[in-house]
């Protein structure tokens, strides 16, 4: 039961059980305010609204190191986040408690978190930093150590004024068939790679992980079932973004070249190396190779997962259905596919109302066949019913 004990000389102590058992106290000035506040933790233990204050102490420096070690992400994912933390989080919230965590706070730093030499940062930035002390704090809610997350707006307000928003992207970069094979024919060496690439929709972790024992030519098909990821200067090898294993089609004309590569090799010798036969780097492939390349086809400016994006503009164009090019680029869902490539999907819905446009009319023509075979396709109904009057 809460209650409030005179200490001494304008001393009150205010007393309540928490759901553990336990009593705990503070001391006040007035009785009226000891009873308030007794009453008030009484209150939040009978609607479970209430939290430990020893834990709520905890500074977000020390609930950060303990938090990034509950994730379950990939390597990389882990090495971007504890370079976001150590960055941009750490430096301005570290020394605080929990529940010195304010809303308003929180709103003042991502609209003017700037990086090392002053400069604001850009939007992505700030909201990948801002996404991950409120998921920090959300965690911190489900472990009792805050009864609710101050990073998030209060009464069903939403976080759309808090973020900064993202500038327009242009959507996605697509490539012709001319333009990607005169893009992998200036890649030299790394032309087969550019190509799967372009024509497999493979990721560029799965394409450096590739095996030889990964390519079925009989069948035309590539299993991926690894990806490689550089993690604070070092590789990284583990399984696809979505953990799931897959198979991926490959176009005729590019099992001779995966052959020719595939020769002298063992099984478990990868694909695509570097020179010197190690493992490729994203970055160093980039300067060395792609840049090059782009500037030699004379083509816009253009990043190597567009031609991810790409071998889908390609599947799609060809016929394939969504499902299809879900299976191909390892989508969690086909939901997923539609809204990364809606803009492709547009295409295929006036290509489909064609087709059926075209299956209509033939269907109208098929109506107006007579006994003895001959059409009267090109006459309007008036005429085709005046015709049939005369033949009787």
């Known amino acids: 039961m809460a209650s409030a004990t005179k200490r001494g000389q304008g001393r009150w102590l205010g007393r309540y059980r928490g759901p553990d058992g336990r009593e705990r106290t503070k001391t006040f000035a007035t009785k009226r305010d000891a009873e308030r506040w007794a009453q008030e933790q009484e209150r939040k233990v009978r609607t ?15 609930w950060a190191d303990h938090w990034v070690t509950t994730l379950h ?20 919230w570290g020394a605080l408690r929990l529940d010195q965590v304010t809303f ?25 930093a801002a996404h991950l002390l409120t998921a920090m704090l959300d965690a911190a809610v489900a472990d009792g150590r805050l009864p609710k997350n101050p990073a998030r707006p209060q009464g069903g307000a939403g976080r759309k004024g808090m973020l900064p928003k993202l500038p327009a992207t242009g959507g996605h970069r697509y490539l012709r068939h001319e333009e990607l094979q005169k893009l992998a024919a200036h890649a030299a060496s790394y032309e087969t790679l550019v190509l799967v690439l372009g024509y497999c929709g493979v990721r560029w972790g799965e394409a450096a992980a590739l095996r030889v024992r990964s390519v079925d030519l009989l069948r035309g098909r590539l299993l991926v079932t690894e990806s490689v990821s550089e993690v604070e200067g070092g590789l990284s090898y583990g399984p696809t973004k979505t953990h799931q294993a897959r198979t991926v ?26 020179p010197e036969g190690a493992s490729l780097r994203n970055g160093n492939f980039r300067k060395r190779v792609f840049l090059p390349a782009i500037k ?3 083509l816009p ?3 190597i997962h567009d031609l991810r994006h790409t071998a889908a503009s390609l599947a799609v164009a060809s016929g394939a259905n969504v499902k299809a090019v879900q299976k ?56 085709v019913q005046q015709v049939a009057d005369l033949r009787r």
């Open 249 to 274: 089609p490959v176009p005729s004309f590019l099992r001779k070249q995966l052959d020719a590569l595939m020769e002298g090799k063992s099984p478990d010798d990868l694909l695509f190396t570097s």
């Open 104 to 128: 308003t706070a929180v709103q003042s730093w991502v609209a003017g978190m700037t990086g090392a030499k002053g400069q604001l940062l850009s939007a992505s930035r700030r909201r990948h």
């Open 328 to 383: 191909m680029l390892g989508h969690a869902s086909a939901t997923m596919t539609l809204d990364t490539y809606a803009d492709l999907f547009d295409d295929e819905l006036d290509a489909i109302a064609e087709r059926m446009d075209e299956r209509a009319a033939q269907a109208r023509a098929d109506s107006l066949r007579t006994a003895d075979g001959s059409t009267l396709v090109s006459l309007p109904a008036s005429e």
């Open 73 to 92: 992400v990939a390597p990389s994912t882990l090495d971007s986040y504890r370079s976001i933390l150590r960055g941009l989080v750490i430096p301005r």
């Open 296 to 298: 030699a086809s004379g």
């Open 48 to 62: 479970m609204d209430w939290t430990d204050p020893v834990l709520a102490k905890t500074t977000i420096a020390e």
């Open 301 to 303: 400016a253009l990043r």
